[in-house]
């Protein structure tokens, strides 16, 4: 098979799964009486890559890889590689390591419960393994995990001094590589053009001369989307002002926008990827 120069990657959540503590209404205990809308969702986009002929690597949440095994069945059937995206969508900071590697552990069983040959790669709910959890990846590389997505090179949920492309970082447990999103320079910040709400206002052009500097400089880029961003009629809910703006700012028309940006450029899972020096 031939290296994708990028790696296209998909949380698979529910449109609940919303990283706001105190937010009653958005406990997981109450999550089962929440209108469920992944199926729909998760088949907008399996549909959407099918006619970009673009394969993924999704990171399920192990919560909804056990109500809806036959949807992981579905990514799997279509060609896409399974990754962790926890099991009970929590924040890694809040966590510590003997809570996060139950957690870890749950999404394992449920994934492969619902069909994925293994799972080696993990990314964490809002990009929380940052300087307040870089126990976590002892933890993943302890527990088998080789590929971590789960950093990001911006201010407010990682650090801008993280490596924006990816690298291999040492654990007390062995090297674990690390596969950062897709960020830019603008207005002398940087933006998460290859993810939330930085994906969903920029234009395609501008997100696929982003894409085309960095593999004309030897490296891939990484984007990523979750199901709920498509959803023709999101459920609304009431959020803090930040996750209120990350959550629903520019949903409209983004199918299209990313359909664009799939077809114009070279695509696959994390898996098949270029491998960059150092990795
Ligand atoms: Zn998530």
New binding site residues.
Partial sequence: MTPSRNAFTV?L?EWF?ICASGLDALDPDHWDRLPSRVDLTTKLLLDLLDAAHVRATFFV?GWVAERHPGLVAAVRAAGHEIGS?SHL?RRVYELDAASFRTDLRASVRALIEAGAPTVTMYRA??WSINDRSLWALDVLTDEGVRIDASMAPVKLVGSVRYPRYPHVRSTRAGPITEVPPLVADRFRHVMPIGWGWGLRMSSPRRVLRTIDAANRAGLPAVLTV?PWELDPHPPRVRLPARLQFAHYFCLGGFANRLSEVLRQASFGPIGDMTPVSGT
């Fill in positions: 949380d959540e799964h949440v995206h969508h709910p809002e979750h």
